[in-house]
């Protein structure tokens, strides 16, 4: 229903810009939504390793606001807790409960690792949703990292504690044994395709909902009297964006402590 919903608006807004706007608007309607992801050179030179870009000013303020609201907010530790401190003791104990109850007893241990990418996602999204900002998650390079982190971690992790029993994982004794290397190929790739599509699910979801969200601002801009119609739209959007903002936050870090329990408890 809600993508029903969503294509609905999606054509509305197309075909008033189409007969509602202006033909001197319409002439000139450029919308460009790919490029509010360009990365830019704050001191004002070419973009290289070490220059310091709009990803690396909204990553700094990402760790910044993780760090003023589970430090700074909770450092009170009031036994009437203000707002602040009640959404760190809530988000502190939402995370423990999902690592204990996905990865289990052992996972506890990995906590901290885990709380601190779902903080980071977390607010890195919701800034990203401010007008006129950067959003971070919206890049593969970022994304690519803190998948790239998990995996590592979790392959070390299995291999530390279990040695070579970690390829137990790939292998399917629950299976015929004549299907058992078919499955342990299978297994295989889809061990290695996992930091791609944990990567590229949070950058894609992200992406795609702030190029929606400029195309319909586009609209707006070129369609006078009738922009209420794409303004409408955005509102709808951008809300659903906040959802998106936590739902994939959520995602990143529910899928880290599965591949956690897999490192943990390999066997089939």
């Known amino acids: 229903m809600g993508k029903l919903f969503f294509y609905v608006a999606l054509a509305l807004v197309v075909v008033s810009g ?68 009640s959404v760190a003791e809530l988000t502190y104990g939402f995370i423990y409960k999902m690592v204990e109850d996905v990865a289990g007893k052992d996972g506890v241990k990995f906590f901290p690792y885990i709380m601190t990418l779902f903080m980071f996602i977390l607010m890195a999204n919701f800034l990203g949703l401010i007008p006129m900002s950067f959003t971070t998650t919206s890049h593969i390079a970022v994304t690519a990292i803190l998948a790239g982190l998990v995996f590592f971690t979790v392959t070390i992790v299995g291999f530390v504690k279990n040695g070579a029993g970690f390829l137990g994982l790939f292998w399917v004794s629950s299976a015929p044994l004549a299907l058992r290397p078919i499955l342990a190929i299978i297994e295989l790739i889809s061990y290695f395709v996992r930091p791609v599509s944990h990567s590229i699910r949070l950058a894609g979801n992200v992406m795609a909902g702030h190029a929606v969200l400029k195309v319909f601002a586009g609209f707006a801009g070129a369609l006078g009297l009738f922009s209420f119609l794409p303004i409408f739209a955005i509102t709808a959007v951008y809300a659903l964006e906040v959802l998106v903002a936590f739902i994939q936050a959520y995602v990143f870090t529910i899928l880290t402590c599965v591949y956690l329990k897999d490192a943990l408890h390999p066997s089939h």
């Open 18 to 85: 189409l007969v509602f706007a202006p033909p001197a608007e319409l002439a000139k309607l450029a919308i460009h939504p790919m490029e509010q992801f360009g990365v830019a050179s704050l001191t004002g030179g070419t973009v290289s390793t070490f220059a310091i870009t709009n990803v690396t000013l909204w990553l700094a303020l990402a760790v910044v606001c993780v760090f003023l609201l589970m430090v700074v907010g909770s450092s009170r530790r009031a036994i009437v807790p203000g707002r602040a401190q």
